[in-house]
């Protein structure tokens, strides 16, 4: 019997006690100091408040690039927000990287383990969203395309 209820009581229990709205203001993911912070700047905008989904801010300063990296088990969907910029990724061992270039309002999908890297070759800054498929960003920075793991964060 109490067995039977347990999809009951999933489907209303976010009704009785909802979970509450999380705002984060653009203010928040302003870099402080962007000299000192480096080329590649991320802020957390959503991070740790659902299971199954994150997003980060990541900007890219003028004539800069991130790390290669992939994002281990985690899909993405990037939004560039501002800025001109590139997206090249390496989808295959040994293949050509592939350069995508992306202007405000376009989005990316980049799947789990595909190795990635974002790329400013303009005079601006390129600010992006990062849509992640985990409650907390997972990061894997590789030495070079194909390139041993030289630190994971998550």
């Known amino acids: 019997m109490m ?6 009581i999933s ?10 709205a999380n705002i984060t203001r653009a203010k928040q993911l302003e870099p402080t100091h962007p000299t000192v912070e480096g080329p590649v700047i991320e802020r957390p905008a959503v991070v740790g408040k659902c299971d199954n989904m994150c997003v980060t801010v990541l900007t890219t300063r003028p004539h800069s690039k991130s790390t290669v990296r992939h994002n281990s ?21 040994n293949s050509e990287l592939k350069h995508h270039d992306l202007a405000p309002g376009d989005f990316a999908f980049v799947p789990a383990w595909i190795e990635h890297q974002v790329k400013n070759d303009t005079d601006e800054d390129v600010q992006w969203l990062m849509i992640q498929s985990g409650s907390t960003p997972i990061r894997a ?12 964060k998550n």
């Open 73 to 93: 088990e985690q899909d993405t969907i990037i939004y560039a927000v501002s800025g001109n910029g590139v997206l090249i990724v390496n989808e295959a061992v």
């Open 11 to 20: 489907e209303i229990l976010p009704m009785i006690m909802p979970a509450s």
């Open 141 to 152: 920075d590789l030495t070079e395309w194909g390139g041993d793991v030289i630190q994971s």
């Open 3 to 8: 067995s039977s209820l347990l999809p009951l």
